[in-house]
């Protein structure tokens, strides 16, 4: 039997995304249901099958999906397993089989692995890294999460986890404290809440006039942003700083693997040349003089309310 | 006809080896040329040539190799060109199509990487990396090199220079100037001269008794080495500090690739404990939480003397 079509499924702490994906990356039809009102993970597999069965019907049934791919924090892709998964309220402590439950359910194929794996995936097969062999995809959200694709395929490293570039060091002595226990990591710096941060400290540190400071609650990265947008100078200087933190780490990444491109996805990519250009600069300032000028930063070319299932659904085609 | 052997050549800045290998990776004969007495590619190719035709006609003719592989600065796996290698009195300025040149003399297939590349690749096939997927090859010399491997194969990257670790920022601001042009990479502090150079920094910058002032000649890493195993504490705090900035380095390269080991291979490695402790020390501290304590560090196991040429030759069975 013919099976043309593919299931993205974006696993979020709040809520989840489902979509049915042709071979062009059209969504064809999605849906969301909430991941925090179980705190048993059987349970919220009934709603999420529940909810992909109403999907598959108005495509001609569950038989016509090849592969379900998933999009989940501390996703295995070698395993399949959710594991320790914090954020998730049935993420539990210990590993959660969760593609081969779902499999066990639905007899199709699900391969699993963390929303910046995914959105690699996704943007090499429907989007700006169409063709590209060597590249890293960079998730600049609330976390700055990377994916990192050699030779055409997604690194996962020896145990499942590689791809971790938020949490490599930007400032080695007296950085920023990370949530994830360490100190000084690039996520700290250029996150959106790294943004956010680096605005209110310099509020609070000088006297300089800033329209931020008219801001009666805690200002976001939207706000900076938009300040920066209207010509702010501490704003515009807050995404100088930030394009220098995340510059400064791609010459260090490009070290690693070469890649030919560096593609940014997420919010904070939204900002356009206001980060571009400093990233670009602070990056080929700190190159090996071979790379200097040669390595592209592109934005991804995923439709952002579609990204998270077209990334998780591209998995689906490798099954 | 069988073919049962392969060569390997690693051609340094002075010198040059040429050697028979095995399938078991015995090196059955092997002989040395200059590198340095020819300005013109195809005269020291001439050498080459017929010091490798000398060497084969002990085992059968040349007609029993499968394949060539050799190391050599800037080496271009891809193209299987020496690019820019300013250091080789015939390197030029612009890219010699040396693997090329090779085949047409001999009929023989020829693979060509730089060395730390190749030593991974006999790691891999020979050494302390045999039956590992993932793992980061780490050459302490003279400078600092890198070998990556992922899913069984070494990372050349989009242009085939993918692995420049050494070359990644270890001290952001006020970092040591490196030979490349840019400052504070970890090659300036984690090599055999920048042992040194720690060395002889800190018996400057204060008066602390150690047996490396009564020195006459310029301190090596070899003296620091010595006089920390008889005790020195200036000595030892100098492998220590070294072993720091490994130690922090790899814990963002674990973080890039999560490798099963670092494998270390070179002069510096050979100082066992006084540098191995405090980069597990180091790196543990710095890893996130998930690989804490589960990245091995291990010494290469390849013969010191013989490991060039095993390197270069494990390339000589992949072709």
Redo the contacts between chains.
Sequence with gaps: MEKPYVVGIDIGGQTSKIGIVDARGTVLTQSTIRTDTHTDVNLYLDDLCSALNKLADQYGGIEKIRGIGIGAPNGNYYTGTIE?AVNIVWGGSSAIPFAKLMTERLGIPVALTNDANAAAVGEMTYGAARGM??FIMITLGTGVGSG?V??G?V???????????G???S??YNGRQCN???VGCLETYASAIGVARTAREWLEMTSEPSSLRELTDIITSKDVFEAASRGDTLAIRVFEFTGKKLG?AF???V??????AIVLFGGLARSGDLLLKPIEENMNA?L????KN?IKIIFSQLKESDAAILGASALGWEL
């Design positions: 320790n062999k060597n990192i050699i030779n395929s690194v996962y490293g020896h145990d499942g986890f590689a791809g971790e570039l949490h490599t060091t400032v080695r994830c226990g360490r400064e010459a260090d990444f070290a690693f693997s070469a890649p030919e700190n090996l003089p071979l790379w040669k």
